[in-house]
């Protein structure tokens, strides 16, 4: 979409990247402005904004993604405790494994996967509208000192011309004096005007000078004193004074993203709470589960020939003395390794499950009230964005107006002033006119000709902030 430009925000750039950039040549008003939008840490910050909502979004399509996940469990026993094979208590030091698996996949969750996605989505939209508004602040801000330090080096050739009048006056009027043409106040009056004009100068070059950091500053470049910038040719502002509000308004209305920015949040509040509502709906799940166990009491033979370990006593004859035993039999055994008993132990399952909310402490309806709130105030905030936008192309529209007829009054005064001073000037040259008159026509027209330079770049910035509105590009020629 258009590069637009809306108002006054701080930037700020890493040192390499400036040192990268800057050169001795000076800089145009589009190289400082992209310079601005590709460093600068709010536009950076903003996006990052723009990622998170764009992750917001990613998870709410994952919901829709069945669920795995894997658990496993190892434990040594000693002492009196339970074989798991056996399920009988054993002293023995027992070593078991436990590992499975679950699955599980949303069926029907009352429309809230459907109605989050698009929430997150009308989000997304919303935050990338942010970020161009962003950028729109961020590229009047530079317009705005940019035009500060042409008004400012305006003024000063201004002020020098003035002092270069000044002093031919100087030099013709000492000659003068010199001659006995003159009188000797006229001299010291045009030397003390020429050291008022000197004073000037110096101001004048100093307010160019701070207004030239100030922009490379803004810029955060690391060398602000060699920084420069290149002149514009015309003043031209190129709008028709005839530019009504509500016309200026419809077309900003269309093209601004703040307002865009606003509808797509009222979208999102309808979605929000329509999955809010979801919630009071029943859930259908499916899920399955697979699980297996080793324990280290799990025993199998490994020769089948018996093994005799003595005998053992289990009663006597009746009537007679004789001892009955039997033989202790047993048989070499090894544990069942891991992985075969992983195998031999495996166990499935598979089900659905259903899920009814009746009161689970009224949070669902909480959660309903606060979305329908939400949902109010983005309309609430939808309306404010307009009406501000409205004032502000009231107010732009007003001061575009005042300051071309700002100008027009301006160079009618200049007109006048440079006829006074001419006519001032040829009698003063003539000995008709003393130093005092001569010297006020002279700064009569030194004021006026800063005012109309002033009005000039005051109905150029005013004409470019209607041009931000109109979705017009802005270029300074």
Same mark, same amino acid.
């Given at each position: 979409m258009k590069q637009l430009f809306l108002s006054v925000c701080l930037l700020a750039l890493s040192w390499q990247t400036s040192q990268a950039q800057t050169s001795g040549e000076a800089w145009t008003l589009e190289r400082c402005i992209k310079h601005a939008l590709q460093n600068n840490l709010? &536009?950076? @910050?903003?996006?990052? !904004?723009?990622?998170?909502?764009?992750?917001d979004l990613m998870q709410s399509r994952m919901n829709r993604v069945p669920t795995l996940n894997a658990n496993g469990s190892l434990s040594i026993n000693n002492g009196r405790v339970i074989d798991p094979f056996t399920n009988t208590f054993d002293t023995r030091t027992i070593e078991s494994n436990q590992v499975g698996a679950q699955a599980g996949v949303p069926i029907f969750s009352g429309f809230q996967i459907n109605n989050n996605i698009k929430a997150q989505r009308f989000s997304f939209m919303a935050s990338q509208q942010d970020l161009e508004v962003t950028r729109n602040n961020i590229a009047l801000s530079v317009a705005n000192f940019y035009l500060q330090v042409l008004l400012a080096q305006q003024l000063l050739e201004v002020a020098e011309s003035q002092l270069d009048i000044t002093r031919g006056q100087v030099d013709r009027t000492e000659r003068l004096v010199n001659a006995g043409a003159l009188s000797l106040d006229n001299l010291l009056n045009l030397k003390a005007q020429q050291g008022n004009e000197e004073l000037n100068v110096i101001n004048a070059r100093n307010n160019f000078t701070n207004a030239l950091v100030n922009l490379a500053l803004l810029l955060q470049l690391p060398e602000p004193d060699q920084f420069a910038i290149v002149p514009i040719t015309r003043l031209e502002p190129g709008i028709q004074l005839q530019a009504d509000i509500q016309g200026v308004y419809s077309s900003a209305e269309s093209n601004q993203p703040q307002i865009k920015a606003a509808e797509l949040r009222m979208q999102q509040a309808r979605y929000s709470l329509a999955a809010a509502k979801g919630a009071r709906m029943p859930r259908l799940t499916a899920f399955a589960n697979m699980s297996t166990v080793y324990a280290s009491t799990s025993q199998r033979i490994t020769d089948p020939t018996p093994i005799i370990n003595g005998e053992t006593p289990i009663g006597i004859v009746q009537g007679t003395n004789q001892v009955v035993v039997r033989p202790n039999i047993s048989f070499a055994t090894e544990v069942v390794p891991r992985f075969t008993q992983f195998g031999n132990n495996l166990g499935y399952g598979a089900g659905? $499950?259903? $899920?009814?909310?009746?009161?689970?402490?009224? !949070? &669902?309806?909480? @959660?309903i009230r606060r979305a329908q709130n939400a949902q109010t105030l983005s309309g609430i905030q939808y309306e404010s964005v307009k009406n501000q936008l409205f004032t502000d192309v009231a107010r732009a529209v007003t001061d575009y107006k005042a300051a071309w007829t700002r100008l027009q009054a301006n160079e009618r005064n200049i007109e006048a002033q440079r006829e006074s001073f001419k006519f001032s000037e040829a009698r003063f040259n003539q000995g008709l006119l003393n130093a005092v008159d001569y010297l006020n026509t002279k700064n009569r027209l030194q004021i006026a000709e800063a005012n109309l330079t002033q009005a000039r770049y005051e109905l150029l910035f005013r004409a470019k902030i209607l041009d931000f509105y109109l979705g017009k590009p802005i270029i300074l020629e």
């Open positions: 709010t &536009v950076r @910050q903003t996006a990052a !904004q723009l990622d998170n909502a764009a992750a659905l $499950s259903l $899920s009814i909310p009746i009161l689970n402490n009224w !949070q &669902v309806n909480t @959660q």
